[in-house]
Structure formats: structure tokens, C-alpha cells
């Protein structure tokens, strides 16, 4: 064990710079394992210095710096300064210009020879899963495959001027399409039965709804509700509501993101199977779907379920024995995604599927890029909240991947620009045919492992799928939806291997186990909105709950040291002693202001009774053969005092070193433990308060200044001297004299 050396100092003001404060060695875990040092704790004064209160440690401090004394700041001061700092310059110009666009910040820094070989081979790999998994989005948002190839370049390009987050992979995402496709279907069907004749005949529908326009109303409804989610993030990042996502915690997005996974997944069964299921709305959709399923199972397309189970193994064989395998050898991941999209559209199309088989295919694919238009915001009121919720959950799934390569990258991210640099991607991209985007993990992931370094990356990914777009969409017309489906499963592996958090977080803290399964069985029986809800709710919950009901302990300290710790903690502890230290280990407010008086009363004993009637002098006599009555008894007789739990306590230190912040009704719950025991000749001090605790403190009662201490050990000291019954001048005499 490590020791500090002893200096010596003739220093007569009792302030001791040149040697340690404690006059100990210095421990290490656990603390069963310590020396036993050779001087009881209270031979003498613990510290080289003076005892601090907290007023005269700041009085101190103040002296030793010497600082002039500072007006209060006011509004009017910092309105003054702000605009103070406010010029039109061109410095200034180019300040502003970066800030709003940190595109040009990236490219000023660029290095072509370091930055450009792992961003094209990372901007291709992208590109490719862009056009793999845009079109399997679009289809969850039961819209036409196209657009999923919208959502994968005018997003991106727009995302590409505003973010300042390197391997954020902006673009079509699953959940969030899911989240639309539910809009889309509700509407569409809200308005096939609501419709008269009349109103389809002044409208563009004609008079029979047919397919080509049910698939632009589809489409306008996706564009509508992306467009307001857009504007609602927007509008988020102007009132500064980036700090929502510390409400987010790990556990919740991993249950939720798991269960949404499921719902994806069970979103292509009706094409893995060649069924024609409807989505169901509401609670246990999911347990509908497959009970549906399976009674229909007689009808089902084998030869598209074979076909589906067989790009899913494909897939999972050459990402698992191959990719990662050879991960380090290979420049770049093998394109298996869009190698079994090729292959089936050649088998499809040799093998005319669609009428030999009955197998489902994507269909007509208009090739060119799309002029921009204004999508119809008539039927807005009716998914506003959906838009909420869309807005949300892409902001959610975003900044959760952001954090985690920002952390593993080491570069900051301000997360209120990258909610505005979401809106104006979600909003701009809306106007020009595309759904409402997310920054989707698995693509993210192969950014980083192809090597991507900059933003420039997803610019280039965004040209392979202008490719795609322009030239190879057209011979995609006869994909199999079961091929796509495979596609789309097998993309959502990596959120089911999350059930593997379920044994750490149960043996770390079992609040993070709860908030993971509720998060997932709300969002697995009910559905992703209310799950949302669900998971958040019940976060915050856990957190109310944790505070409510924090648990107070009697803190001891043994002859041999002068280190404080839990009672339950220290075999070796005293517990006879007459100066108590007590812990509460949580902030101090009204939902728990009783929990602490409760625990006080528990573990030091209850205060004699305020009130106090005369005893008779017959009763004074059989005083001494009265029974002692427990703290919890409510049926005392007047007169009787319940001191027998206090024993000889001379001293109650209140350790508020675990206390984050105190409220009013936590302020009057300490006065009003200082005011109960003081008839029983108790003192009540107060240690190791934080700035906010001890303003809250003083500002209602000026008195409780002498009777707040800077740590644990300046109060038990001058509870030690106080117990001696020194005058406070002696104290301070025989503290000074004690260090030289």
C-alpha cells in the first residue's frame, strides 16, 4: 500500500499546502483490506486546516482570490452584451456560412489522397444497399418501388449540405416507412368508403377508384404526412427540444427497436407466403396477422415462399462466411443484396413468373427524375399526430446511431442542427417525391466498415442510385415481391440479435431489464406509435420511482480511520456512536420528503414529543418503571417521551452529498428536522451540500449558514469538539494550534 510522505511546515495560519489534508494513507478497493493506522480518529483534530462551514469556506475562498466585488448580472446587461458582440463583417459572413452549411467546412478540409479511397468505396457499398433496401421500404410504406428510389438520393443530397455527422446514413428506413404505410392505408381506405359519386367525378379519381389511381393517392398521402413531419423537426429544432433525446436511454431503444423489427418483418409475410393479408390496426396486430396467416395457409404460394427462404439464407451465408470473415482482406463487402435482386429479375423474367406461378412482381417503373410538386395537405388534420409520431421516431432512431459513432469516432455533433438538418431533409425531400427518411443503422454500419471517412461518401452513393434511377429501374420491373421480401428480412438480423442484451442488463440493474421488455411488449402486442409511448412512459416512470423512493442509510466510521461508509458496508463499524451520519441517497423533493423523515425515525429514533404535558408527581415517581414505547407506536399517552431509540445521540449529520437538488417542500422538511430534535438535545448539521442545495437552504432560513459544512469530516470534527463542550472561540483556537 501506497502511503504519502509527511512534510513539515511552520505555517501558523493553519492552511497547509505542502502536505496531504489526511493524516492517513491512502486506500484502495475493497475496503475491508486497509491498514489499520496507529492513531484513533479522535486523538486529535483530522485535518491540517481549519474547520470549514460553508459561509466561511466561501469567505476564504474569496479572500485567497482576491476578486472585486461584481455587480449582479441583469437582463439588460446581457441583452447589452450579446448585441455587443453582433458586427457585419466579412468574417462574420463566412462565420455564419460555415455554421449553416458545415458541407463547406468538410470540403475545405478534404484530403483527397487520405479521404477519397475509403469514401468511394464506402459511397458505392451505400449506394447499392440504397437501391436494395429503397425499394423494399417503399413497399412497407405501400407505395410504388420508385419512390423508394426517390427516398434514397433527394434526401440524402439535401441531408449532405446540412449534417455535421460523418458516417450518419441518411435515406429510406424501415420503421419510419412502416409508420407510413399505416397512414397510407387508413387514409386510402377511409376514403374509399367515405367518397360519394358525385365527389369522385370533381375529383382526379374518376369514377371508378382504379389501380394506377390508387397509387398516386397513396403516394400524395406519403408525401403529405413526410412533409408535415419534416416541418414539425423543424420546428423541434428552433425551440431547442434537441435535449429530448437524453430521455431516450439504451434499454428503451433497444426493446422498441426489436419489436418494431418484428412488425417489419411480419409486414412481408402476405409475400413470403403469396397471400392477401390485410394490416390490421390496433391491439395484438401482430398475433391477427399470423392467425390469419395460418387459416389461409392452403391458399399459399409455395414456390414464393421457397423463393423467399432462399434469399434469406443466401443473404445470411455470405454476410456471416464471407463479409465478415474476410472483412479485413476485401476492399469492400460483396454486394449480395443486390446481386440476388438481379438474379431474381432475370429468373422472373426468363420464367414469366408472373403468369406461369402467380408470383406477385413489382411492376411498371418510370425511369427520369420526377418534377418536384406540392402534395395535397387537405386530409392533414386527420394524421397529425401521425406526423408527430414519424417525426419523432425518425428523430429517435437518428440520434441514437449518431451518438454511437460520435463516441466511437470522437467528434461532437450538435444535435439541435442535426434535428434542423432532419426537417429540411424531410421537408425539401417531400416536395420532391420522396417519404420521410431516417438515419438507418445497418447502412451506417457498412460506412464504417468500408472505410468511409466524410460526408462525401453518401454524396457519391447518392450518384449510383441517380444511376439506378435513370437507367437500371426500368429492368427492374419484374422483381418478385417474395425475393424483395427476403431482402428486407434479412436486413432486420442485426435488431434480433439485440435479445442478447436481456442477461447483462438483468444482472447489472434491473430497472434497465424492465424498461427493456416493457418497451418491447408494448410495442410487440400493441403497435410502434403506442409502444413509443409506451417505452418512453415507462422510462420516465422508472425515474420517478428510483427518486420516490430512495433509501436512507447510518453512515459509521471505524476507530482505526476517518472514512465514512454505509453502515451494511463496514463490519468493523461502530454504531454506539453519539454522533450519527446519516446518507440519503437521492434528491430531496415532496415525493420523498416523508421517505426521508420515515428513515431518520427509523434508524436514529424518533424525537421527543413537541408537546409536552406535566407529569403528576405520582407519575414522576413510577417514571423509571414505565415502558419504553417504539417510535411507530401512535397510541402514547401525554407526557411520555419516546427517547429510547436515541440512546446517547449527541450529534445528526445529514450527508447531502448523494442530494442532486431540493425542493421547497424539501427545504422545510430539513427545518423541520432541525426544529424535532432539538428538544431532545440533538444537533442537526448539514455536509457536503452542492450550490443549489445550500442556496435553497439559507434563502429560507438565514441561521442554517453555521450549520451547513463543506464534507462530512469538517462537521463530524466540530461535532467532536462540540461534544467536549468547547466555546467556539476555543474551537477555532485549539483547531489553529492543533496543525503546527
Sequence with gaps: MDTRKETTSTNTRGVYIDRPIYDR????????????YDRPIYDRPIYDRPIYTAAKYQQQLAYDQQRPHEPPVTTAHTLKKQLGKCSCSMNTLIGLLFKLLPCINVIKHYKIKEHLPGDTVAGLSVGILHVAQGMGWALLASIAPIYGLYSSFFPVVI????TSSRHASWGSMALVALLIGNVVNRETQTIEQSMSQQEYNTTMLGSNMTTANKEMVKADIAMSV?????????????LHLGFLSTYLSPPFVGGFMTAAAI?????????IVGLDIARFQGPFQLPMTYFTAFKNISHANWLAFMMSITTFIIIILVQTFINKRFSKRMPAPIPIELIVLILGTVIAAFTNLEKNFDILVIGKIPSGIPMPRVPSLRSAPNYIADAFMIALVSYVVSLSTTKLFMRRHKYNVDFNWELLAYGLSNAGAALCNSFASAVAPPRSMLFEITGGKTQVAHLISTFFVLMSILFLSPYLETLPNCVLAGVIVAALMGFFKQFKDLPRLWKTNKYDFAIWIISFLGTFLWDITHGLMIGIGFSLLTVVIRTQFSRGYLMTTSKHNDLFTPELSTESASTTDEIKVYLFNGPLYYANSD?????????????????????APSQSKNSSSTPLLSHDNSS????????????QTSHLILNCSAMSFIDSTGVAMIQSIIADYEPSKIKVLLASCNIQITQSLTRGDKLINDKIFMSVLDAYCYANLDKAGLTMFEKEYLNKISTV
Excluded: E, W
Design 159 to 162: 441531408f449532405f449540405f446540412f
Design 226 to 238: 413526410s412533409l408535415l413531419a419534416g416541418i414539425i423537426q423543424v420546428g423541434m429544432s428552433f
Design 263 to 271: 412488425h417489419i418483418a411480419s409486414s412481408q409475410v402476405k409475400y
Design 595 to 615: 421517505r426521508l423523515q420515515a428513515s431518520l425515525h427509523k434508524l436514529i429514533g424518533t424525537p421527543m414529543i413537541r408537546d409536552i404535558q406535566p407529569l
Design 636 to 647: 402514547c399517552n401525554s407526557g411520555l417521551t419516546l427517547t429510547s431509540q436515541l440512546g
Design 25 to 36: 494513507p491512502i486506500y484502495d478497493r475493497p475496503i475491508y483490506d486497509r491498514p489499520i
